[in-house]
């Protein structure tokens, strides 16, 4: 982990006293919005969606599919 040096130290108490700091922290906390969750469940086809296009940005090379052969798995 690193150490702050004394100037940083300063800056972020500073920061921790302004209201106005704390006023818009607390507005981007209560806007913040999750993709994934669809009426507080998440939405498997939006993650899987998001992963396979994400796998096709970054060029990742797709595994061959094998079928998990086990019975009886309970989640």
């Known amino acids: ?32 919005h999750n993709p994934f969750v669809v009426n507080g469940k998440v939405a498997a086809d939006t993650v899987i969606s998001f992963l396979t296009e994400f796998n096709a940005f970054i060029n990742h090379e797709p595994r061959p599919f094998k079928r998990i052969e086990d019975s009886g798995m309970l989640l």
Do not use: P, Q, T, Y
């Open 1 to 32: 982990m690193a150490h702050l040096s004394d100037a940083e130290k300063i800056d972020l108490k500073r920061m921790g006293a302004s209201a106005k700091f704390r006023e818009d922290m607390a507005f981007v906390e209560a806007h913040r």
